[in-house]
């Protein structure tokens, strides 16, 4: 069998330790069933761009698009790069030159954990549109420094975006229990989420054996509080999905248990996996972040690969961990000590 091919970008702050821990777990459960993982690493990062000027080189993209995947750690450095110089020189290029428009974020209690809630029995899956909407980074500003400057950000909306993430989210909708949840602000936003809100219907009819439920944002931030076991799938656009996961993982006891994919569902160029949380200045090097969403992530990554059963024993390793007591307290356990607790589960 060929091994996978993965870029490996660990990124700054703790992103670098935890792909570390990440990278340990998923080569032995891959081993274990039969596979190979070939990563090869790139320092693109903050400091990158204090050498270069640049946080990848000019030819990253092209470099990257012969890998299977990528798994990416953290990006971005505040104290010397400003955030949107990161995100716009790293992440967000990547997303949008490799058509990674599913971005999918489960938020679900592991074994152990204790959420905020009183909630309990909640299983979301978070479909946020990637590469368009409110990041589309279109506008500018004039006027710079005057009485009379100007900031104009420009929402993108197009039929073939909108569409293509809806009924990515009504097909998953359809694999797991049958509920798909659409959010909006159409109440206040007559174009764009007016738009949205009629694909939605559109695209329902094609699909009769999913429930459909819509929902403004604000209500739906309130929902995922009061009663987030009744949620399925919920799709939203790049500005509300954000928000919403970042309340996903709150709700699922903080950012270190929180994983994503960003997907490219035609597979005409590598998909992308990484944790939700950032690159946490205030904690780098310390060796306390918790691994855990890199973990799944990469759990994420494996079963994208077709490599099932690597990762159905990666998230069975990851939640005998955590049912062992092992990562359940932020800052309580080291990085190296969950870690460990892992690859002891991993049979």
């Not at 710079?144 to 420009?154: L, M, N």
């Not at 949380?277 to 205030?282: E, F, N, Q, R, Y």
Request: hydrophobic share 45%.
């Amino acid at each position: 069998m060929a091994p996978h091919r993965i870029a490996v970008i660990p990124g700054d702050g703790i992103g670098t330790d935890v792909t570390r821990a990440a990278w340990e777990v998923l080569t032995r459960a891959t081993a274990l069933e039969g596979a190979v993982l070939e990563g090869a690493w790139f320092d693109w990062s903050c400091e990158t761009w204090v050498k270069t000027g640049r946080m990848m080189p000019e030819d990253g993209i092209e470099t990257l698009r012969g890998f299977d995947a990528i798994l990416l750690g953290a990006v971005g450095w505040p104290a010397t790069v400003p955030d949107s110089v990161s995100l716009h020189g790293l992440l967000l290029p990547i997303r949008k030159a490799f058509v990674q428009y599913a971005n999918i974020r489960p938020h679900r209690l592991l074994p152990g954990v204790t959420g905020p809630l009183r909630a309990e029995g909640f299983d979301i899956l978070c479909i946020r549109e990637n590469t368009e909407g409110e990041y589309s980074g279109a506008g500018g500003r004039v006027h710079q420094g005057t009485a009379d400057e100007v900031a104009v950000e420009t929402s993108i909306f197009t039929r073939a975006g909108v569409e293509r993430i809806l009924r990515f989210g009504f097909e998953q909708a359809r694999k797991r229990r049958g509920k798909l949840a659409s959010v909006t602000k159409s109440n206040a936003q007559k174009y764009s989420m007016v738009f949205w809100d009629e694909m939605t219907d559109r695209l329902a009819a094609e699909y009769p054996d999913v429930q459909v439920s819509r929902y403004h944002i604000d209500a739906m931030a309130a929902r995922m509080v009061m009663a987030p076991e009744s949620l399925d799938v919920v799709v939203a656009s790049n500005l509300f999905g954000d928000i919403l996961t970042d309340l996903g993982a709150a709700i699922q006891g903080g950012l270190g248990y929180a994983a994503s994919a960003n997907i490219n569902p035609d597979r005409s160029a590598p998909s992308m996996f990484e944790p939700v949380h950032g690159s946490a200045p205030d904690i780098a090097h310390l060796g306390i972040a918790n691994p855990i969403a890199t973990i799944w992530s990469g759990a994420m990554m494996l079963d994208h690969l077709g490599e099932t059963a690597a990762a159905a024993r990666v998230m069975a390793a990851i939640e005998g961990a955590t049912a062992s007591g092992i990562g359940t307290v932020p800052g309580k356990d080291t990085t190296g000590a969950i870690t460990a607790a892992v690859l002891a589960h991993l049979g």
